[in-house]
């Protein structure tokens, strides 16, 4: 069975503590920023659920999936279809449905490539999810290439009661973090759970968990599943913030962004998924905003940019920035100790 320290699944002390100060300057954000940042920030914490529901294949499972945001996508077009042209639809209902949909389609397709292993694996997600793309890109009956409108946002009624409003971009904002910590909380239990620690086995050593009597293909194929529906809700809440859906929300960028934020942030432990989404899109707005010097427009080159520092913190902190900021922890202590 994998070791506790693979991956970084035990996060020092020290990287609690800084989680949790960054949970409560999360908190009091609305507070001291403006309707901007506060979109902003909120687009950060639905990429942060996109990105650990990734990480539940990738990190902890071994499986990296190159159409994963199908899922994302599907969540979103499924709120635009269930959302009336005069109306707003109801909160409780449509979120179970719309991520059940992005579960149950991944369900169909991980029948089948869970089947597959390696580069055959990444090969027929990315295959399934760019038939999920042209399905939606080239049939004007699932609103073509242009997408979507969601006109309305969803209205959080309960037997006649309003307890939030979701057009206040504070109300989103919330919404949206209570959503991160509770999807953070239920992937970390079934991280450690007898169904989680199998997956980590499956990723070391799957011969081995067969060979024991463990049924892989249908560990992997749950979660597959469940993957594919937590990326549906960050791609539900997408839709309620932007207020519109388009293929390129199930296009090959999006994966690849997705399996960058787990790379940047450290894999397996799900808060560095959290991290290397917020790492990686501020990081695309600043390098977004570079400016031109001479000829060259250095922000429309911010692929460019993005690659590099992606390439450099590998090399030189394979656990991401999560291991990175443990490690200088750990180096800095031990100075201290010396000195003593």
């Known amino acids: 069975m994998a070791a506790p320290k693979a991956n970084l699944e035990t996060l020092p002390r020290s990287v609690q503590l800084a989680l949790m100060m ?50 994302f996508g599907l969540a979103g077009y499924a709120l635009a279809f269930l959302t009336p042209e005069s109306e707003p639809v109801n909160l409780w209902w449509s979120l179970p449905l719309a991520v059940l949909a992005s579960g149950l389609a991944a369900l169909i397709v991980g029948f089948f490539v869970v089947r597959t292993r390696g580069i055959y694996f990444i090969m027929v997600t990315m295959a399934f999810a760019q038939m999920i793309y042209f399905l939606f890109h080239d049939n004007d009956s699932l609103g073509g290439s242009d997408g979507l409108y969601v006109n309305f946002k969803p209205i959080a009624t309960l037997f006649g009661w309003t307890p939030f409003d979701l057009d206040s971009k504070v109300t989103m904002y919330y ?13 970390r239990c079934v991280l450690w759970s007898p169904f989680g620690r199998a997956l980590a086995g499956i990723r070391v050593n799957e011969h081995r968990m067969r060979a024991m009597g463990f049924g892989t293909v249908g560990y992997k194929l749950t979660a597959f599943t469940l993957a594919g529906a937590l990326a549906g809700l960050a791609g539900y809440l997408t839709g309620v913030q932007s207020g519109y859906v388009n293929p390129e929300l199930m296009g090959f960028h999006m994966s690849a962004h997705a399996i960058m934020m787990v790379i940047l942030g450290g894999m397996g432990n799900f808060a560095g998924a959290i991290v290397g989404a917020f790492a990686f899109e501020y990081l695309l707005h600043v390098f977004k905003e570079l400016p031109q010097v001479g000829s060259v427009d250095l922000g429309k080159h911010w692929q460019l940019w993005m690659g590099i520092f992606i390439v450099g913190l590998v090399v030189l902190a394979p656990r991401g920035l999560l291991g990175l900021f443990g490690r200088l922890r750990q180096s800095k202590n031990a100075k201290g100790d010396s000195h003593e």
């Open 175 to 187: 919404f949206t973090l209570v959503l991160v910590v509770a999807v953070y909380a239920f992937l």
């Open 22 to 71: 960054g949970l409560v300057a999360l908190a009091a954000f609305p507070f001291v920023s403006g309707d901007y940042y506060t979109e902003m920030v909120t687009r950060m914490m639905i990429m942060a659920i996109f990105a650990m529901s990734l990480d539940l294949l990738q990190g902890v499972t071994g499986l990296v999936s190159l159409g994963h945001a199908a899922y």
